[in-house]
């Protein structure tokens, strides 16, 4: 089966401003969630979509990060504005319902500078 | 919310040998434990989890106990090869589905 596909792998920007992620979980799966991985910490839940609808975004910084799922299939997680501390790997995982092992995607990195 | 602790940090074995990385979680209601291997630069890959009614599971060199009167939980490699060395994540799946994951352990494996 075709995995969870992100894009773009990589992305640098200056601090303030603005950057948009997309995910494209694998078919069928109807969980889908973003995580925020800072260099040498483990993953970090941001947000959980269940189909089109938000089950879990308690630990989004909603002050500068946003997040859908239009039509419940593909995602896209933005950040604006960003800052130095948001340098992170951003992953994509979905699963075929919530609380199934998960399988990620290969990620962005992104660089704030 | 659900606190997962992981140790070591870090840990270097022979090749051959076992390698045992534990982890402990606070949430009682928690049922379900995957671990993850994650390769320099790549994706984080699910290779065994558990369930809250198995105290253990077996899938060849890799096996996971758990303890749930203890609230712990570990990976137990065995005859260990360098192509083992990665950073492994514990994680647990509390009662609102949501998972949380250790802060990781990077094995090192010395041929």
């Known amino acids: 089966e075709a995995g969870v596909a992100q894009s773009p792998r990589y992305k640098i920007i200056e601090k303030r401003q603005s950057v948009a992620f997309w995910c494209n979980p694998i078919?069928?799966?109807?969980?889908l969630y973003w995580y925020q991985q800072i260099l040498g910490q483990g993953p970090k839940l941001l947000i959980q979509?269940?189909?089109?609808?938000?089950?879990?975004d308690s630990q989004l910084p909603k002050d500068r990060f946003s997040a859908e799922r239009l039509k419940g299939v593909d995602s896209t997680l933005k950040i604006q504005p960003a800052k130095l501390e948001d340098s992170a790997v951003y992953l994509c995982?979905?699963?075929?319902?919530?609380?199934?092992?998960?399988?990620f995607g290969s990620g962005t990195r992104l660089t704030v500078v | 919310g659900e606190n997962v602790e992981q140790h070591p940090s870090t840990l270097s074995v022979q090749e051959g040998d076992s390698a045992v990385i534990k982890c402990t979680y606070s949430?009682?209601?928690?049922?379900?434990f995957p671990w993850y291997k994650q390769e320099l630069g790549k994706r984080p890959q699910l290779i065994i989890d558990i369930r809250s009614n198995v105290g253990e599971k077996k899938d060849q060199r890799i096996a996971v106990t758990l303890n749930k009167t203890a609230k712990h939980f570990s990976l137990h490699i065995t005859e260990t090869q360098p192509e083992d060395s990665a950073v492994y994540f514990c994680?647990?799946?509390?009662?609102?589905?949501?998972?949380?994951f250790g802060t990781g352990t990077s094995l090192t494996v010395i041929p």
């Open positions: 995982a979905s699963s075929l319902a919530s609380g199934f092992g998960y399988t």
């Open positions: 949430d009682s209601a928690s049922n379900y």
């Open positions: 979509f269940q189909n089109n609808g938000v089950v879990d």
């Open positions: 078919s069928g799966h109807a969980t």
């Open positions: 994680a647990a799946r509390n009662t609102g589905n949501q998972f949380y």
